[in-house]
């Protein structure tokens, strides 16, 4: 039992380690993609130039590898403590009561954590392989035009409505994943509880709005 307990803590806390990180990678994803706000000409460009810079750096590109790890790291351990857990609940309760104690978030991670899969799958798709792999025209600097391809897709209505819900799960996964990663790794002291509440819930929302802000923008002002 001491070592399965054991086994279960060690999981958990990878999958609180590699969620941190995946957090952090979100936020500066985020600040670059900021840059399809700007003026069309000004973007055009300037997203170009950021996305060559980030392919060409050896630094950004063990960063990718780690981000990749990352994922898939948090996909299996989330799917084999998913398992587990149904598993024991199964053995020890006739009755589940966990609705009248938790989020429905928290008992849907599963579902959430689908949806945000599918939806990197379909992103890495579009974008990623397409740029690392496809065709792509080059701008009038020289560097592969991702901007154009990005405005594209972002100009069918079914993606972006698609992108902004997976935005609201995404949104919904991190409130929980913050909090559980907190608790696992320690730091959620009850004299810092509510302040670790707001960050997290500011956090969450401020990072899923924003995503969901560009191909909205994109579509309906550009």
Known sequence: MGQWKQKTLNRKNWMALTGLFLCFFLVIHLLGNLQLLLPDERAHLQFNAYSHLLSGNILIKIISWVLYASITA?????VVLTVTNTRASAKKYHYDKRGAVSKWYSRNMGVLGTIIFIFLVIHFRDFWYVYKFGQLPLDSAGNKDLYR??????????????????????CYHLLHGFFSAARTLGVYHPRYAGWISIFGWVFSIVICAGFALIPLYVHFLK
Request: glycine fraction near 0%.
């Open 74 to 78: 948090h996909v299996i351990y989330a």
């Open 149 to 170: 391809l990005v405005t594209a897709v972002y100009s069918e209505l079914w993606y972006v409505l698609l992108y902004v819900i997976c935005m609201i799960a995404l």
